[in-house]
């Protein structure tokens, strides 16, 4: 079993884990963005997963990430 001091809560291309980051920023949580395709490109690799990235947040703040994080996506769906 993995022991990490951090969780995933969204997955998505930029401009979604963009809005995503700027609410929780918004109330003090500062996310970590992982971009597996980013990085592979710059490794010289090609990549499947080009645009999306993984947004990460302290296990401490998850509880309160997560509220932000289903009203973003249910805002998100709404205007779609």
């Known amino acids: 079993m993995s022991t990490t001091e951090y969780t995933k809560v969204y ?3 930029f401009i979604l884990v963009t809005r995503v980051k700027d609410e929780l920023e918004h109330v003090g949580i ?24 993984d947004l990460y947040v302290h ?4 509880d309160k990430a997560m509220v932000i994080v289903n009203r973003v996506k249910a805002e998100m769906e709404a205007a779609s």
């Open 30 to 53: 500062i996310p970590i963005i992982k971009d597996e395709g980013e990085s592979q490109r710059l490794a010289g690799y090609a990549s499947m997963n080009q645009g999306f990235q």
């Open 11 to 13: 997955y998505g291309n």
């Open 59 to 62: 296990n401490e703040e998850l």
